[in-house]
């Protein structure tokens, strides 16, 4: 799996409502779990880093913060 389909997959699961950041990557390892890969999830936080950068994904709080920072959808990615 590349970054472009983690990418895919996390935008998948990210939705316009507030989820904490690991929901998003536990869902994620799930998700890569099954398809008989594992990143890790510094790896899925990493790129759930990048798609807040890239303006994809909004974030409130610390992106690092897993426990304690949400994320959605930016308005303006759909």
């Known amino acids: 799996m590349d970054e472009t389909d ?3 997959l ?3 699961l990210a939705t316009e409502h507030w989820q ?3 929901d998003i990557i536990e ?3 799930r998700g890569c779990i099954a398809e ?5 999830a510094r790896a899925i936080g990493n790129r759930i880093n990048a798609l807040v950068e890239d303006g994809q994904l909004e974030v ?3 992106v690092f913060d897993w ?5 959605r959808l930016a308005p303006n990615s759909g």
């Open 60 to 62: 409130d709080g610390d």
């Open 20 to 22: 904490k950041t690991v």
């Open 6 to 8: 983690l990418d895919n």
């Open 67 to 71: 426990r304690n920072a949400l994320v």
């Open 36 to 40: 008989g890969l594992d990143p890790g």
């Open 27 to 29: 869902q994620t390892l």
């Open 10 to 12: 996390i935008l998948s």
